[in-house]
């Protein structure tokens, strides 16, 4: 794996919380997208070398309805940047870790994703991120 590609944060309100991820980043949201399959809305910004993704829901049954309504809003997930991610998978795999999805599907800012179960990482839940090239 790379370095963090990216810290998801779970947020009730994306309009209030841009605003204020702007005012303290310093930092102007870049790019807002819907994953429908995943049932969020994204906002991303950019610190430094660091992104950061705020994630609200679009339906009931989203992971992010859920976790809101089981821990609150927070950091939801840490993604990792990987080069090929079939192959880390595979990896992942034979080192005893559920994954979350048996294929890459695709997610947000151009990436092809993939989940690991937080029951198996120390409550946290992983997301191994691919840049799609164009
Ligand atoms: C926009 C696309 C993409 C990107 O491009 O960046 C995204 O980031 S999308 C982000 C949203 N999508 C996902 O989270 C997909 C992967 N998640 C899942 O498949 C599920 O959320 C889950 C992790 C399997 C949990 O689902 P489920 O088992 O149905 O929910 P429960 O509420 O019953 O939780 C079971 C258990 O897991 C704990 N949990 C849930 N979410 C998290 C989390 N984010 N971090 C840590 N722990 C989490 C939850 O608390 C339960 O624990 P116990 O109560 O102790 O059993
Ligand atoms: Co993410």
Redesign the pocket.
């Known amino acids: 794996m790379n370095k963090i590609?990216?810290i998801?944060i779970?947020v009730k309100d994306m309009e209030f919380s841009c605003s204020l991820y702007e005012r303290l980043l310093g930092a102007t949201c870049y790019k807002k997208?819907e994953?429908v399959?995943?049932?969020?809305n994204?906002a991303f910004f950019k610190t430094g070398v660091n992104k950061i993704?705020l994630?609200t829901a679009t339906t009931t049954d989203?992971?992010?309805a859920?976790?809101l309504?089981?821990?609150g809003e927070g950091?939801?997930?840490i993604?990792f940047d990987v080069d090929d991610i079939v192959a880390e998978m595979a990896r992942l795999k034979a080192e005893g870790f559920v994954l979350?999805?048996e294929e890459p599907k695709?997610?947000?800012?151009n990436?092809l994703?993939c989940?690991v179960?937080?029951?198996g990482t120390n409550?946290?839940?992983v997301?191994l991120?691919q840049e799609l090239k164009s």
Do not use: M, Q, R
């Open positions: 590609e990216h998801g779970a997208e994953v399959s995943e049932g969020v994204t993704e994630l989203s992971p992010i859920k976790f309504e089981k821990k950091i939801h997930h993604a979350l999805n695709f997610g947000a800012d990436k994703v989940f179960h937080p029951k409550g946290v839940l997301e991120c």
